[in-house]
């Protein structure tokens, strides 16, 4: 809350305290556009070169990326389900701040029936309740008195954001610390923390009851990793790890990117396809955010999934029908990322093709591969290894 006290502007907080090893932290939580007039970064930066020819840097923080910035504003500004669950990081001096202990207490009268549940208030019952280790925080409302230790990409998508938006935001707040603290806190919360799978990231989305371009690649995957049509069943680890079922080749993550290729192009589309679904919207025939024209687009706008479905099977079937002895060896490229890859590659040609003639059989497919002679040895199992064998089938995609 904003409050005048002797004629100055001041930021009131209510912080509950919190005793960890490396000291005392106070959690509370601050309107964005408060902690954005308060708070300040300040980026790590080659300041020169020292007499001995050592580079001197200041700051702690990693520079801003303005396309992370600007995905953060749309998310923001635009994503009716935004969040921002975890704490903003911030570093305030001694000087510019007032701290006040106080001991709220209050009287709750409760009665309890016979199955312990509480039913409402008269004077039955009378139960005294302190919070303990309850702080206020005072200090000027003006611009540079806190700065931030972690959090500066998140408070960036607020830059473009207007009066209207509300948006709370959970803060941690340190008092007193000195650069190399903030340093030390930093590194801890970016360095040591176990990075999230990706396909458990995807896997969740999964869950959600609204549609969206994660969650239809998601139910893809489940149906090609479990339906007895599927020729690549039991292929894909689903959250990135084998179970006691089967081993898997390829992680889960690594098909729903391939899969989202083929309706919105890249992930930036899927974002902003993720977006205008969550407004209840429908997403435009047309994607913005690339200027290809994905194959699948239409049926992804018209919710026509089992089409993808089907003409993945087709594919993967063709596959395994042209080059059978390939495909049954355990650790032929194809059931590498590298391969898989390259396969997703010739599908969107190939698809391409055949949405041209309104063909996505398997014969189509079985007749584009024949007399193809593919030699799936010595593939480079990095990103130029999608190409490298890509290349070795030599289809000319349609112009």
């Known amino acids: 809350m904003i409050r005048e006290i002797n004629g100055t502007e001041c930021v009131l907080l209510f912080c509950q305290r919190t005793v960890q ?29 020292d007499e001995a020819g050592k580079e001197e840097y200041a700051g702690i923080q990693r520079q801003l990326a303005p396309d992370r910035k600007k995905e953060i504003s749309d998310y923001v500004n635009k994503d009716s389900s935004a969040t921002f669950p ?28 016979d199955n312990n549940d509480i039913k409402n208030f008269p004077n039955n019952y009378h139960l ?9 925080f005072v200090f000027p409302y003006v611009e540079n008195v806190a700065q931030i230790i972690d959090g500066q990409h998140r408070m960036s998508g607020f830059d473009n954001s207007g009066s209207d938006l509300i948006f709370d935001l959970p803060v941690t707040i340190f008092v007193e610390q000195l650069v190399d603290k903030q340093a030390e806190i930093f590194a801890t919360i970016n360095g040591k923390q ?26 893809l995957v489940k149906l090609l990793n479990e339906s007895e049509l599927s020729p690549i069943k039991n292929w894909i680890r689903i959250l990135g790890k084998a179970n006691s079922f089967y081993a898997g080749y390829i992680t889960q993550s690594t ?63 063709a596959v395994k029908k ?19 890859s390259a396969l997703f590659k010739i599908f969107i040609i190939l698809a391409s093709k055949g949405m041209a003639i309104n063909d996505l059989k398997e014969t189509f497919f079985i007749a584009q591969l024949e007399g193809i002679d593919v030699d799936f040895s010595n593939i ?3 990103s130029k290894g999608v190409n490298q064998l890509v290349d070795r089938f030599n289809i000319e995609p349609l112009n």
């Open 21 to 49: 090893p490396i000291g005392e932290l106070y959690t509370t939580v601050v309107p964005w556009e408060v902690l954005k007039k308060i708070a300040y970064t300040n980026p790590r930066i080659l300041m020169g070169i």
């Open 86 to 113: 975890s704490s903003i990081i911030i570093n305030i001096p001694n000087e510019k701040l007032d701290v006040i202990q106080i001991a709220p207490t209050f009287d709750l009268n409760i009665i309890v029936d």
């Open 128 to 136: 005294g309740l302190a919070l303990p280790d309850t702080f206020l």
């Open 194 to 219: 176990t990075r999230v799978s990706p396909s458990l990231v995807y896997d969740l989305f999964g869950l959600s009851q609204k549609r969206s371009p994660y969650k239809v690649a998601n139910e």
């Open 255 to 317: 098909v729903i990117k391939n899969i989202l290729l083929l309706y919105c192009g890249n992930i930036k589309q899927a974002e902003e396809d993720k977006r205008v679904l969550a407004d209840g919207k429908k997403p435009s025939l047309i994607p913005t955010m690339t200027t290809r024209r994905p194959i699948f687009r239409q049926f992804f706008v018209d919710e026509e999934d089992d089409i993808i479905f089907k003409a993945l099977i087709n594919f993967f079937n």
């Open 322 to 340: 042209t080059y059978p002895v390939e495909w049954e060896l355990p650790d032929t490229v194809i059931k590498k990322t590298v391969g898989f």
């Open 380 to 382: 480079l199992l990095s």
